[in-house]
């Protein structure tokens, strides 16, 4: 019997395009209140998996379960919020009517004083929720997708690149926020190149390179196998191409 309390499953996942194998015998569990983080190459299969976690793309074996159901059932959808890479919310809407038709999709109403204070969180203009997203930066953008994510109280949160577009004052309270959200019991999957921010705030890493899963564990465990401080340079080592490999 799967447990209900585990945010995500995968076992043994595979998926190919055509003749060309993308993901191979993909197993992986995310735990209650992790802050987990997927790093690999573009390319190396990262978008393929997020899309099958989320439904969009079927994989040829393998199961993939959220809160012991599979990923298709709307029940297992209901606990989770997305957030995606490219994030382009509709231009004719304005921040606050965004928020409240995001909310609405959980059956939650928005709160314009919460929505406020969370703005005011990532650094984000608390008065920008009363203009148009066409007046809206990449930034400001990005960081009402964030908003939007943070205030659906989510058991589950998804973020594909959530640190796109922001600067370092920003980056700095969102991982703050992310870890706060995590204390909570909730748990945060999210892809990053910015190996620097997932060292920091995650407790559990997977490396995915040509098609397998070639690490799954702590930021620390993968520094100490790789005798590296740097996780960017432990990864290099990882997929052969740091220093040691080259010398070799």
């Known amino acids: 019997m799967l447990d209900n309390k585990t945010p995500l499953l995968f076992d043994k996942i595979n998926k190919s395009f055509k003749k060309k194998r993308v993901l191979d015998d993909i197993s992986l569990k995310i735990n209650e209140g992790d802050v987990f983080g997927l790093i690999g190459l573009n390319g190396a299969g990262k978008t393929t998996m997020i899309k099958i976690m989320l439904g969009l793309l079927k994989q040829d074996s ?5 809160f012991g159901q599979d990923v298709h059932s709307p029940e297992a959808r209901k606990n989770l919020s997305f957030l995606p890479e490219k994030f382009q919310p509709s231009a004719y809407l304005k921040g606050r ?5 995001t909310l609405s999709y959980y059956s939650k109403k928005y709160n314009h004083n919460e929505g406020r204070e969370g703005a005011k969180m990532l650094h984000l203009d608390p008065d920008a929720l009363d203009l148009k997203i066409t007046k809206y930066s990449k930034g400001m953008t990005q960081k009402l997708g964030l908003l939007s994510a943070l205030l659906s109280h989510s058991p589950l949160l998804m ?12 980056r700095i309270q969102l991982k703050d926020s992310l870890t706060e959200y995590s204390s909570d019991k909730n748990t945060i999957f999210f892809s990053s190149h910015i190996l620097s921010d997932i060292d920091e705030i995650c407790n559990r890493i997977a490396i995915l390179h040509d098609t397998k899963m070639i690490f799954v564990g702590t930021p ?17 080592k990882a997929i052969g191409e740091g220093k040691e490999n080259k010398a070799a």
């Not at 009517?97 to 038709?101: D, S, V």
């Not at 577009?165 to 920003?170: S, V």
Request: aromatic share 10%; glycine share 8%.
């Open 62 to 66: 393998g199961n993939v379960n959220m």
């Open 97 to 101: 009517e965004f928020l409240e038709l």
């Open 159 to 170: 973020l594909d690149e959530p640190m796109s577009g922001l600067d370092p004052r920003a």
């Open 220 to 236: 620390g465990d993968f520094k100490e196998k790789y005798k590296d401080k740097s996780l960017e340079r432990s990864f290099l």
